[in-house]
């Protein structure tokens, strides 16, 4: 597994075969990236029914761009999106790719930990939104090298002790964490919006559901604040990292 390759040629690999996306029609001669601003005219054109806040744009602006890299952190929320990585951050979001990370052709994972999945997922997108422009995380280059490593039998499975100095070879510095936080305004503008998104009925024209937002509504935060409640407590404004995936498990 010795990465002779530059990362580059890691992200490329993360295309998913079983899935594809056009995402021409979102670029042209005038639009050939994506930023923050294009982003949130894409929104309010798409969606005008969110009447989404500035700085809910930033945190939905953060998941996209994170996604479009990885797995790869951005190094500022000035870095842009191209075709490619758009594509992949539609693939790993809109489609539910995330939940093939770290997984084989036989659709498990490569650490045997399937029930860990869901939660590593969203512990990944609070971490986004805590710090999303610190570091490249080690969890999620080792989950991709894992996953496009050809394997024909459960014998040939890497060691994670392999996977792990690669991954910390492929991306060149010590990768341990620091403690963040996340804020509670945050946790709950993001859940009130969730709390609004609904599938449409009308048969898709495509494999993948179409969806859309409720008009917002007092209940929808309300609803938000109970969780958050039941995640952090009443009194707590801010989430500490090593706190996550304990609040998690209390929403179970």
Known sequence: MAPTNLPLRLVKKLT??????NVQQFFDETTRSWNEESFSKFLGIKHPEIAISKDLV????????????????????????????FRRAILLLHLRRTERLGTLEYDYHWKMQNES?????????????GQPYIKTNLNDVMDVLASVQPTLSFCELPSPGQVEATARRLICKESTQPPFQIARKDITSLMSLLLRMKVSKTKPKT?????YFEPADSTHDEMAQILVNKMIGREVDFLQSDQINQSLTSLV
């Open 117 to 129: 999945i869901m939660n590593g997922n969203v512990e990944r997108v609070f971490r986004i939104i």
């Open 207 to 211: 494999l993948s559901p179409q969806g």
């Open 16 to 21: 998913f075969r079983s899935a594809r996306s």
């Open 58 to 85: 930033h945190l939905l602006w953060k998941i996209f761009q994170y996604y479009a890299h990885h797995p790869f952190a951005p190094k500022s929320s000035e870095e842009t999106i191209d075709a490619n990585g």
